[in-house]
C-alpha cells in the first residue's frame, strides 16, 4: 500500500533532506578532491595534463557505468542499503588510494571507486522522486545538489590547502576519513522507503526500461543535456588551475583550490532554480541559467584575476541551477522504472565528464585556454539548443489511479 508523499514542513523531509545533503557532499568530496590536485599529480608521476586528468576521469567512467547496473539492483533490494554500502566503500577506497605505490594502481583505486560509489547518486533522484510530494520536490532536489555542490567545495578546498603544506596523499587520506563520517550520518538519518515498490530487476528489466525512457518525447533530451552540461562544467574546474598556477599569474596550489569556495553559489542556485522552477516550469528557467554559465564562461579569457574568478562565479552559478532544473524534470517526467531514468541521466551526466574532461585537456595541451574556451562555448551553445527545444514538449498526462 503506498503511502503520502511527504511534504515540505514535515520532521520525515527534514530527515531526509539531511541525509541527502550528507550524501551529496560525500559523492562530491571523493569523486572530485582529486581534481585540484592533478598539477601535483602531474609532477610526481612524469604526467601530461590529459594524463593527469585520468584520475578523475577513469573515477566517472567507472561510475556512469555502474549507475546502471546499481538501479536494477535497486529494484530488488531497495534504495536505502544500496545508497548506503556505496557511501561506506567510497570511504574505504579513498582512504585506500593515499597509500597508491604508482599512477597506475591510484587509477585503479580510482576506478573501483567509481564502480561501487554508482549505488549512491541514481538511486537518491529516485528515492525522492518516490517520497517526496510533487510540489516540493524541485525544493528537496534542490537541496541534494546543494549538498553536491557543498561536497565538491569542501573536497576541493581541503584536498589544495592540505596538500600545500603537507602531502597529496595525507589531503586523500583526509577525504577517505569524512566520506566514512558521511556513509554514518546518512545511515542513521534517512527514512526507509515506504513508496519504494520493487520490480523484477536484471537485465532483460534494464534494455526494456531503457528502451521504454528512450522513447519519450523529452527524456533523451535532458539526458544529452546532462552529458554536455557536466562535461563544460568539469573542464572549467579541470584546466583553470593549470592556468592560474602558471608564471603569469603564479598563485599558490591553496589559492587556487580556495575558487572552489565558489560552490558554495551552486549550494544557493540549485535550490533557488528548484523554486523557482516549481513555480514558473521548468521549461521557462532552464535557457535562461544556462545562458549564466555562457557569460560567465568567456569572462575568464581575462587576463585580470578578478574578472576570471568573477567569471567562474557566474559559471558555477549557472551550472548548479541547470541541473538542478534537469534532475528534478527527469523526476517528474519519468515513470516507472524510475530509478532507471535518474540513473541514465546520471550516466550521460558522469560520461560527459569523462569525455569532455579528457578531451579538454588535449585541447588545452594544443591552443591553450582560448582554445578551451571556444571548445567550452561550443558545447553550451549545442545546449542552450537543446533547452530552447525543450520549450514546445507537450506535457505528460497525469497518471490515472484507481
Not at 585580470?304 to 538542478?324: K, P
Request: proline residues 4%.
Amino acid at each position: 500500500m503506498s503511502h503520502t508523499p511527504i511534504s515540505a514542513g514535515s520532521p520525515e523531509f527534514r530527515r531526509i533532506n539531511r541525509a541527502m545533503v550528507f550524501g551529496g557532499f560525500s559523492t562530491f568530496a571523493l569523486l572530485y578532491c582529486v581534481q585540484p590536485l592533478m598539477p601535483l599529480l602531474a609532477h610526481d608521476f612524469q604526467l601530461t595534463p590529459a594524463q593527469s586528468s585520468l584520475a578523475l576521469s577513469v573515477a566517472t567512467g567507472t561510475l556512469a557505468v555502474s549507475l546502471l547496473a546499481s538501479s536494477v539492483l535497486s529494484e530488488r533490494y531497495g534504495r536505502k542499503p544500496l545508497m548506503a554500502g556505496s557511501m561506506f566503500c567510497g570511504g574505504v577506497l579513498t582512504l585506500l588510494a593515499a597509500f597508491a605505490q604508482g599512477y597506475g594502481q591510484l587509477l585503479l583505486l580510482r576506478a573501483l571507486l567509481g564502480l561501487l560509489l554508482g549505488g549512491m547518486p541514481a538511486l537518491a533522484m529516485a528515492y525522492l522522486s518516490e517520497e517526496i510530494a510533487g510540489p516540493s520536490l524541485g525544493h528537496s532536489m534542490g537541496l541534494y545538489i546543494g549538498g553536491s555542490a557543498f561536497g565538491g567545495m569542501t573536497g576541493r578546498v581541503l584536498a589544495s590547502v592540505i596538500s600545500d603544506f603537507y602531502d597529496w596523499r595525507i589531503a586523500v587520506g583526509a577525504m577517505g576519513a569524512m566520506g566514512l563520517y558521511a556513509a554514518w550520518e546518512f545511515n542513521r538519518s534517512l527514512p526507509a522507503s515506504t513508496n519504494f515498490r520493487g520490480g523484477q530487476g536484471g537485465w532483460r528489466a534494464l534494455f526494456s526500461g531503457t528502451a521504454k525512457h528512450v522513447s519519450d518525447a523529452g527524456l533523451p533530451w535532458l539526458f544529452s543535456l546532462s552529458f554536455l552540461l557536466m562535461g563544460v562544467f568539469v573542464s572549467m574546474y579541470n584546466y583553470i588551475g593549470y592556468r592560474l598556477l602558471a608564471p603569469s599569474f603564479g598563485l599558490r596550489q591553496s589559492a587556487v583550490g580556495a575558487l572552489s569556495i565558489l560552490y558554495l553559489l551552486g549550494i544557493f542556485s540549485s535550490v533557488w532554480a528548484g523554486k523557482l522552477a516549481d513555480r514558473l516550469g521548468r521549461r521557462n528557467v532552464l535557457w535562461m541559467v544556462m545562458l549564466v554559465m555562457l557569460g560567465g564562461l568567456l569572462l575568464t579569457l581575462s587576463s585580470m584575476v578578478l574578472l576570471i574568478v568573477a567569471g567562474m562565479g557566474l559559471f558555477t552559478f549557472g551550472f548548479f541551477a541547470s541541473h538542478s532544473v534537469c534532475s528534478s524534470w527527469v523526476g517528474r517526467r519519468a515513470r516507472p522504472p524510475q530509478a532507471l531514468a535518474s540513473a541514465l541521466y546520471l550516466f550521460f551526466y558522469y560520461l560527459g565528464s569523462s569525455v569532455v574532461g579528457w578531451v579538454s585537456g588535449i585541447v588545452w595541451a594544443w591552443a591553450g585556454w582560448a582554445g578551451v574556451v571556444s571548445m567550452l562555448g561550443a558545447v553550451l551553445l549545442a545546449a542552450m539548443a537543446v533547452a530552447l527545444r525543450l520549450r514546445g514538449l507537450a506535457p505528460l498526462e497525469p497518471v490515472k489511479v484507481g
